[in-house]
């Protein structure tokens, strides 16, 4: 198409028009879906600017997107996207002492914050959204976020701004005096055009300007014409912060920083429950805290169902059932403790008397403070319940009123039987969230939907508080707007709209419309309403999806922690390409696309899907870290099963997917086929065969396996029975840590027993998507451990993501067989090593002072970081006193075959390279590296010169 041509002639940057990209931007976090016609991916603020003039010359749509986790639907529309988030994210000037900072609109929240920490400055408001949401996405939305309490919105924070409006007026906007008014008048054009109808608008309208706006500290609902009124100092950029893209591009800001606290404490009140937390709110904030949260019952018990920040986050918790989370800030840990205790006293014989715990260790009050941060995505699937939805999760009031609002709001709820939605937020600004159970699958569910809205805007605005408190108005809040504002007041917003957009190309039918035009209703374009594709037969049984591939494809609710630079697994191939199709979520919108059949046609035949998996390392990352559990390593195998069937495969899928029994074979000589696979000439030739990269070494086969070894050696002790399982990673690579695990193991006083026939996990050709291979494997294996299952014998695993299969992979592939309740005894009974020792060893593993004098680094795998976590070998690492620091660096960036394929080479050392590496060759002289992973230890062999070992390993040198 023309545009598309003319866009690619004339940006620098990128330009997709294909199935894949426009359907990874089909959907924000909100209930809806509008496909774009393309997106553009500038290079520079520049080439954004030349985009908008070229869709200008051929009248189509533009909007921006930073983060994309926009929750009322202003983030996707049937337009030109503009994703700033790739390229546009620079920190382009710092005034340290001035305190303002000049960035780019792609710039994410955390990673600016990181470069401004060494200045001790930071941005002011901090959604939970902070590790992947942008500045741009920020001053569209005017976030706010829990230090919004002591800092105020992202309008208060915002000095200046450079905009573009969609006829191509590119100016610098602030605070306008008068003098600069008259300069800009004299000038003439549309500038001055522009300006001059703002000014007789609110010139117009003073007394409805100052009097229908909502005096409350989250008023985020309609254009915020009020920054304009003279005792505003006609202040247009905050004028435009809010705007949603509805009215101009941002290309520039200057916003203002603050002093990071040198210390800050966590005090946590508890109340019988919620409504007279919330009726503690006015005096509590009157202490002056950084934050003041609040937070329920049922919130509560779903962290705990789900384990969303670890078994032991929430024992501190005081006495109630409704919590107030405080805050407060200091130079010195003391000064921030004696604010805290001054509250406290002052409480204490009040109406607002608390049960209080005092939170001193800063890893717990990180961990408490992470279940409400992660609120959004801990109820959307809430256990035995029904899924929830946004919709209506944003509403604000008079702080001195939230108690009764609860009450009311609560009642409502029960009135149209939402009654299980979890009530938090940010309580101190009298902003509340929750998600509801909206039955947006069927007409009279939406219906229901739509009274329950109408009537929840007319109880917010009897209260005289805000439709959003935080999200925006976007399409699910817009066509209310009267009942807060009133005709007249949305009637200016009209007028607004007109003055910087008149043909109504910016963000159409979101926020405003100008004359002639109309917003979307809340009802139009919702995502699953139209979502009937028909079921699909699959491999894996999808417990946690009703056992439904169309649920799982809809699983993502878009809150874009995939898309986050640093900290957890999740998503490596992301921080490396920094591409939306090569997030979690990106991935999980293509797959649901595919399913819908609209814009990908060609179901599981699909290129376009293919090309967005493609670069999924199947870490697992994603099912611990994505809030909503998202498990793109299985959606991957089940795709590439459907995608293949009956057809040629990539040789990868061959050579690496049948890996376990080329090993057998070579078990029979080793050396002869490390020879020619490592021969000069004859390795190309190997590699070529195989689809591996020529940049990768292959790795050697050992010259003896392990089961040989144990065969020759046998069971030793009459201790308890345990199997060590042996992997083919450890039994044909690395048989070095099977028998360092067998004398740890019988050191231990137990009498280990190795399966005397081959079996195997299905690992590879899980990973390669041969799924019906892998469940032969499975039930195999199942049959020959049967017998010992069924007499409670434990199975060691010590390659992790061979042991994930048996907790995880194994129960969902072959859920309903014969050999099913011996899967999930085999799921019970698998453990890791350091699982295995402290419970049933704890006394052996436990080193006398002073230690060891071991110095480790212990780089996590990624499928155990997923599946059971790392707690275990922390806690066996400090008792068998042995100093470990364990790395938050993500995926090692091999990930079992895929960093050996051809093609994914420089993905995966670039994930690498993005922190275990780095740690790895920084690490100190005589610091041991600690890896399990067969993958982890690979890649840091090829790419530096450490020499890891497994964690059996190291305890064979220690206690044997």
């Given at each position: 198409?023309?545009?598309?041509?003319?866009?690619?002639?004339?940006?620098?940057?990128?330009?997709?028009?294909?199935?894949?990209?426009?359907?990874?931007?089909?959907?924000?976090?909100?209930?809806?879906?509008?496909?774009?016609?393309?997106?553009?991916?500038?290079?520079?603020?520049?080439?954004?600017?030349?985009?908008?003039?070229?869709?200008?010359?051929?009248?189509?749509?533009?909007?921006?997107?930073?983060?994309?986790?926009?929750?009322?639907?202003?983030?996707?529309?049937?337009?030109?996207?503009?994703?700033?988030?790739?390229?546009?994210?620079?920190?382009?000037?710092?005034?340290?002492?001035?305190?303002?900072?000049?960035?780019?609109?792609?710039?994410?929240?955390?990673?600016?914050?990181?470069?401004?920490?060494?200045?001790?400055?930071?941005?002011?408001?901090?959604?939970?959204?902070?590790?992947?949401?942008?500045?741009?996405?920020?001053?569209?939305?005017?976030?706010?976020?829990?230090?919004?309490?002591?800092?105020?919105?992202?309008?208060?924070?915002?000095?200046?701004?450079?905009?573009?409006?969609?006829?191509?007026?590119?100016?610098?906007?602030?605070?306008?005096?008068?003098?600069?008014?008259?300069?800009?008048?004299?000038?003439?054009?549309?500038?001055?055009?522009?300006?001059?109808?703002?000014?007789?608008?609110?010139?117009?309208?003073?007394?409805?300007?100052?009097?229908?706006?909502?005096?409350?500290?989250?008023?985020?609902?309609?254009?915020?014409?009020?920054?304009?009124?003279?005792?505003?100092?006609?202040?247009?950029?905050?004028?435009?912060?809010?705007?949603?893209?509805?009215?101009?591009?941002?290309?520039?800001?200057?916003?203002?920083?603050?002093?990071?606290?040198?210390?800050?404490?966590?005090?946590?009140?508890?109340?019988?429950?919620?409504?007279?937390?919330?009726?503690?709110?006015?005096?509590?904030?009157?202490?002056?805290?950084?934050?003041?949260?609040?937070?329920?019952?049922?919130?509560?018990?779903?962290?705990?169902?789900?384990?969303?920040?670890?078994?032991?986050?929430?024992?501190?918790?005081?006495?109630?059932?409704?919590?107030?989370?405080?805050?407060?800030?200091?130079?010195?840990?003391?000064?921030?403790?004696?604010?805290?205790?001054?509250?406290?006293?002052?409480?204490?014989?009040?109406?607002?008397?608390?049960?209080?715990?005092?939170?001193?260790?800063?890893?717990?009050?990180?961990?408490?403070?992470?279940?409400?941060?992660?609120?959004?995505?801990?109820?959307?699937?809430?256990?035995g319940h029904p899924d929830t939805h946004e919709g209506w999760e944003d509403a604000a009031v008079p702080p001195d009123r939230l108690g009764d609002y609860l009450r009311d709001f609560r009642a409502l709820l029960s009135e149209f039987d939402y009654g299980q939605a979890s009530l938090y937020g940010h309580f101190g600004q009298g902003c509340v969230h929750t998600r509801i159970a909206f039955d947006l699958e069927d007409p009279d569910g939406v219906g229901k939907y739509r009274r329950f809205a109408e009537r929840a805007a007319r109880l917010v605005a009897s209260y005289g508080g805000s439709l959003s408190g935080e999200h925006g108005d976007g399409q699910s809040r817009a066509e209310l707007?009267?009942?807060?504002?009133?005709?007249?007041?949305?009637?200016?917003?009209?007028?607004?709209?007109?003055?910087?957009?008149?043909?109504?190309?910016?963000?159409?039918?979101?926020?405003?419309?100008?004359?002639?035009?109309?917003?979307?209703?809340?009802?139009?374009?919702?995502?699953?309403?139209?979502?009937?594709?028909?079921?699909?037969?699959?491999?894996?049984?999808?417990?946690?999806?009703?056992?439904?591939?169309?649920?799982?494809?809809?699983?993502?609710?878009?809150?874009?922690?995939?898309?986050?630079?640093?900290?957890?697994?999740?998503?490596?191939?992301?921080?490396?390409?920094?591409?939306?199709?090569?997030?979690?979520?990106?991935?999980?919108?293509?797959?649901?696309?595919?399913?819908?059949?609209?814009?990908?046609?060609?179901?599981?035949?699909?290129?376009?899907?293919?090309?967005?998996?493609?670069?999924?390392?199947?870490?697992?990352?994603?099912?611990?870290?994505?809030?909503?559990?998202?498990?793109?390593?299985?959606?991957?195998?089940?795709?590439?099963?459907?995608?293949?069937?009956?057809?040629?495969?990539?040789?990868?899928?061959?050579?690496?997917?049948?890996?376990?029994?080329?090993?057998?074979?070579?078990?029979?000589?080793?050396?002869?086929?490390?020879?020619?696979?490592?021969?000069?000439?004859?390795?190309?030739?190997?590699?070529?065969?195989?689809?591996?990269?020529?940049?990768?070494?292959?790795?050697?086969?050992?010259?003896?396996?392990?089961?040989?070894?144990?065969?020759?050696?046998?069971?030793?002790?009459?201790?308890?029975?345990?199997?060590?399982?042996?992997?083919?990673?450890?039994?044909?690579?690395?048989?070095?840590?099977?028998?360092?695990?067998?004398?740890?193991?019988?050191?231990?006083?137990?009498?280990?027993?190795?399966?005397?026939?081959?079996?195997?996990?299905?690992?590879?050709?899980?990973?390669?998507?041969?799924?019906?291979?892998?469940?032969?494997?499975?039930?195999?294996?199942?049959?020959?451990?049967?017998?010992?299952?069924?007499?409670?014998?434990?199975?060691?695993?010590?390659?992790?993501?061979?042991?994930?299969?048996?907790?995880?992979?194994?129960?969902?592939?072959?859920?309903?067989?014969?050999?099913?309740?011996?899967?999930?005894?085999?799921?019970?009974?698998?453990?890791?090593?350091?699982?295995?020792?402290?419970?049933?060893?704890?006394?052996?593993?436990?080193?006398?002072?002073?230690?060891?004098?071991?110095?480790?680094?212990?780089?996590?795998?990624?499928?155990?970081?997923?599946?059971?976590?790392?707690?275990?070998?922390?806690?066996?690492?400090?008792?068998?006193?042995?100093?470990?620091?364990?790395?938050?660096?993500?995926?090692?960036?091999?990930?079992?075959?895929?960093?050996?394929?051809?093609?994914?080479?420089?993905?995966?050392?670039?994930?690498?390279?993005?922190?275990?590496?780095p740690a790895v060759r920084d690490a100190t002289d005589g610091t041991r590296i600690l890896a399990d992973g067969f993958s982890c230890r690979t890649q840091i062999e090829q790419r530096t010169d450490a020499r890891p070992v497994h964690l059996a390993e190291l305890l064979a040198e220690v206690f044997t």
């Amino acid at each position: 198409m023309s545009l598309q041509r003319d866009l690619e002639a004339r940006v620098d940057g990128e330009v997709r028009f294909d199935a894949g990209s426009r359907a990874a931007y089909a959907h924000d976090s909100s209930n809806y879906r509008q496909t774009p016609i393309g997106v553009v991916v500038p290079h520079n603020v520049d080439a954004a600017v030349e985009a908008i003039a070229v869709c200008r010359e051929h009248g189509a749509p533009v909007f921006s997107r930073g983060g994309g986790t926009s929750l009322a639907g202003e983030c996707c529309n049937e337009g030109v996207v503009i994703d700033w988030s790739k390229y546009c994210h620079n920190l382009i000037r710092l005034d340290e002492k001035e305190r303002r900072a000049l960035v780019q609109p792609g710039i994410c929240l955390d990673d600016l914050n990181d470069l401004l920490a060494p200045h001790k400055l930071q941005v002011g408001p901090k959604p939970s959204t902070h590790d992947t949401c942008t500045i741009g996405g920020m001053i569209g939305n005017n976030s706010c976020g829990a230090t919004a309490q002591a800092y105020g919105k992202m309008a208060d924070s915002v000095i200046r701004l450079e905009v573009l409006t969609y006829d191509g007026v590119r100016m610098w906007v602030g605070e306008t005096s008068d003098e600069e008014y008259e300069k800009i008048l004299a000038e003439g054009g549309r500038r001055a055009e522009i300006y001059r109808a703002m000014r007789e608008l609110v010139e117009e309208n003073l007394a409805l300007i100052r009097t229908r706006y909502p005096d409350i500290p989250r008023r985020i609902s309609g254009y915020n014409l009020d920054s304009l009124l003279p005792e505003k100092h006609f202040n247009v950029a905050r004028a435009l912060v809010g705007s949603e893209s509805t009215l101009i591009t941002v290309l520039h800001a200057e916003i203002e920083l603050f002093p990071v606290p040198n210390q800050q404490t966590l005090v946590v009140l508890g109340y019988p429950d919620i409504f007279r937390a919330g009726d503690a709110v006015t005096k509590v904030a009157g202490y002056r805290p950084l934050a003041l949260e609040g937070l329920d019952e049922t919130l509560i018990d779903i962290a705990r169902a789900e384990n969303v920040a670890g078994k032991d986050a929430l024992k501190g918790l005081p006495e109630g059932s409704g919590w107030l989370m405080v805050r407060f800030g200091g130079d010195t840990r003391e000064e921030a403790d004696e604010r805290a205790e001054h509250m406290i006293k002052e409480l204490r014989g009040t109406d607002h008397d608390p049960h209080v715990v005092f939170m001193d260790d800063p890893a717990e009050e990180e961990r408490l403070w992470k279940i409400r941060e992660a609120g959004l995505g801990a109820t959307a699937y809430p256990p035995g319940h029904p899924d929830t939805h946004e919709g209506w999760e944003d509403a604000a009031v008079p702080p001195d009123r939230l108690g009764d609002y609860l009450r009311d709001f609560r009642a409502l709820l029960s009135e149209f039987d939402y009654g299980q939605a979890s009530l938090y937020g940010h309580f101190g600004q009298g902003c509340v969230h929750t998600r509801i159970a909206f039955d947006l699958e069927d007409p009279d569910g939406v219906g229901k939907y739509r009274r329950f809205a109408e009537r929840a805007a007319r109880l917010v605005a009897s209260y005289g508080g805000s439709l959003s408190g935080e999200h925006g108005d976007g399409q699910s809040r817009a066509e209310l707007l009267p009942i807060m504002f009133g005709d007249e007041v949305v009637a200016l917003f009209g007028r607004y709209k007109q003055i910087f957009d008149p043909d109504d190309r910016m963000n159409p039918g979101k926020v405003a419309a100008p004359a002639g035009r109309r917003v979307y209703r809340l009802d139009e374009n919702l995502d699953h309403l139209d979502y009937n594709p028909r079921e699909p037969r699959t491999h894996f049984s999808y417990p946690d999806d009703h056992h439904r591939f169309t649920h799982a494809a809809a699983r993502c609710v878009g809150i874009g922690k995939c898309r986050s630079t640093s900290g957890g697994v999740m998503c490596p191939s992301y921080r490396v390409t920094r591409e939306e199709e090569h997030s979690t979520r990106g991935r999980a919108r293509v797959l649901m696309e595919m399913m819908r059949g609209e814009v990908i046609t060609d179901g599981w035949r699909s290129k376009d899907v293919d090309d967005a998996l493609d670069l999924c390392l199947a870490c697992k990352g994603c099912r611990g870290d994505c809030p909503v559990h998202v498990d793109m390593a299985t959606y991957k195998a089940e795709f590439l099963a459907h995608h293949y069937r009956w057809r040629l495969r990539p040789r990868p899928h061959y050579s690496m997917g049948w890996l376990p029994l080329s090993a057998r074979l070579a078990a029979a000589a080793p050396g002869v086929v490390n020879a020619v696979t490592h021969a000069p000439g004859l390795n190309r030739v190997v590699k070529w065969a195989g689809g591996v990269d020529q940049r990768r070494d292959l790795p050697r086969f050992a010259g003896e396996r392990f089961t040989d070894w144990f065969a020759r050696r046998g069971s030793q002790g009459d201790g308890d029975p345990v199997v060590l399982w042996p992997d083919t990673f450890t039994n044909n690579f690395h048989p070095a840590a099977g028998k360092a695990a067998v004398r740890v193991l019988e050191a231990a006083g137990f009498r280990v027993e190795v399966p005397p026939v081959p079996l195997c996990c299905g690992l590879t050709w899980i990973s390669t998507g041969q799924l019906g291979v892998a469940a032969r494997v499975l039930r195999r294996t199942v049959r020959a451990l049967a017998p010992r299952l069924r007499r409670g014998v434990p199975v060691v695993g010590l390659e992790p993501s061979c042991s994930a299969v048996f907790r995880s992979d194994a129960p969902e592939l072959l859920a309903g067989e014969p050999v099913s309740e011996d899967v999930k005894l085999l799921a019970k009974q698998t453990h890791s090593l350091s699982e295995f020792l402290l419970d049933r060893a704890p006394a052996f593993v436990t080193a006398p002072p002073p230690g060891t004098g071991i110095h480790a680094i212990a780089q996590p795998h990624c499928h155990q970081h997923a599946i059971w976590g790392f707690d275990a070998d922390g806690e066996l690492l400090k008792r068998a006193g042995i100093e470990a620091e364990v790395l938050d660096e993500g995926c090692c960036g091999l990930a079992g075959n895929f960093g050996f394929e051809r093609g994914h080479y420089e993905v995966s050392v670039g994930v690498g390279e993005l922190g275990v590496l780095p740690a790895v060759r920084d690490a100190t002289d005589g610091t041991r590296i600690l890896a399990d992973g067969f993958s982890c230890r690979t890649q840091i062999e090829q790419r530096t010169d450490a020499r890891p070992v497994h964690l059996a390993e190291l305890l064979a040198e220690v206690f044997t």
